[in-house]
């Protein structure tokens, strides 16, 4: 693998280009659902799996090039999101954790940087953002962290872990801030039995008087664009876009991602399958056909949104100014209806798959159980974020904290 050479630092393994690591994601694919029973038992993902996200560096499609990251556009995330998640919807989801939690530590001092890539530029961070399970306070030199956090997506099979708190001081109003501490120093709570994305270790982790050095925390106007101490070495415009705008647009991919499994696992299946009443072709059906072309559509719709959103957001910080109110809404309020299309065309899928779908060894079944959980995080949530974005057309303020 080609090194990535810098006189400051020393080298480092280069991910490779964009185009390469999206080659790489896709040959992962077969894999990924050879692998996909394993993964449902161990509820986690295999070893195998993660040895493979290291090497292909999918990870690091985000992440600076001064570590060797590939420092991508935007969309190259979504091009990156869609074959893993169609390969195995658990890696697809945890990998989109990871992705944007390489993006995001770009902002962080680079001290914290150092700590985290230099050593291991193809580690794992998995991580959570609500602030208010949280509480720290300020130590010499740093905080303690204590709290218990849900939906830790990857955490199982992270290296660094990524908490939010908020810092209480006596006088002054909480600071929404956050911290990123080795995964052995929280405690991993065996939480999650879901009925979908099985594999994605999303349980809870819990921290007591876990102490964090100043330089591996961030306070949250860092994240919203603009100056942030990272900027010191990361000045490509893909840093200075606010990194909660983007974040709906990881997952929406992962969500695609699963549908379009979904369509091309529906049609191997019927293709050349007879109906059991009629002894008919199932593809003979006309109404198949109308729904079938819906569901393309739909996927089609999705996926141009987002890339469409992708390359609007690169002109905001190449252009180096503050987004507006509107754009940081509508992006997301986009990226959930990108996610809505996706989860219509997947409905369609169950709803042709008739009888068969009940089997739990028809890939389908599975697939839809997952895109059910995916499309339950806040960042598919239409009302939410389409009623955020309705105020922002209105003139009123965003009612959201972290836009």
């Avoid at 199932?282 to 959103?309: F, P, T």
């Amino acid at each position: 693998m080609a090194v990535v050479y810098r006189r400051d630092f020393g080298a480092l393994p280069s991910a490779g280009s964009a185009e390469e690591i999206v080659r790489r994601a896709e040959q992962m694919i077969p894999a990924l659902r050879a692998r996909a029973d394993s993964a449902e038992q161990m509820r986690r993902m295999p070893d195998e799996t993660c040895r493979d996200l290291r090497r292909s560096s999918v990870a690091r499609i985000l992440q600076p090039a001064r570590y060797g990251g590939a420092e991508a556009p935007l969309s190259a995330m979504v091009d990156v999101l869609i074959p893993i998640s169609a390969g195995c919807a658990s890696t697809g989801w945890c990998l989109a954790q990871y992705v944007m939690h390489n993006y995001m530590l770009a902002r962080w001092p680079v001290e914290a940087q150092e700590q985290v890539w230099r050593p291991a530029p193809d580690c794992l961070i998995s991580g959570i953002l609500i602030p208010r399970l949280g509480r720290a306070r300020p130590a010499a030199g740093g905080y303690t962290l204590s709290g218990t956090w849900p939906f830790v997506s990857g955490v199982d099979t992270s290296d660094w872990c990524i908490l939010s708190g908020l810092v209480e001081r006596p006088g002054a109003a909480a600071e929404e801030r956050y911290f990123i501490a080795p995964t052995g120093q929280v405690e991993i709570l065996d939480t999650w039995h879901s009925i979908g994305l099985r594999a994605s270790s999303s349980n809870h982790v819990r921290a007591a008087d876990l102490f964090v050095p100043e330089h591996m925390t961030l306070a949250i106007e860092h994240l919203a664009g603009g100056r942030f101490p990272g900027r010191a070495i990361n000045t490509a415009p893909l840093f200075r876009l606010p990194v909660y705008m983007t974040f709906g647009v990881l997952l929406a991919s992962a969500v695609l991602g699963i549908a379009e499994f979904m369509f091309e696992e529906y049609l191997a299946q019927s293709r050349s399958r007879p109906a059991l009443m009629s002894g008919l072709e199932v593809g003979s059906y006309a109404s198949h056909h109308i729904k079938l072309g819906e569901v393309s559509a739909s996927l089609q719709a999705a996926g141009a949104l987002l890339r469409a959103d992708c390359a609007e957001m690169m002109e905001i910080g190449e252009a180096d100014r503050p987004a507006t109110d509107i754009e940081r809404s509508n992006y997301r309020c986009n990226a959930a209806f990108a996610g809505q299309l996706a989860f219509t065309a997947a409905r369609i899928v169950w709803d042709l798959v008739g009888a068969r779908g009940a089997y739990v060894a028809n890939p389908i079944a599975r697939a839809f159980q997952d895109i059910c959980v995916a499309t339950r995080h806040i960042t598919q949530n239409w009302d939410v974020n389409a009623t955020e974005h309705g105020r922002a057309r209105l003139r009123m303020p965003l009612t959201n904290p972290s836009l």
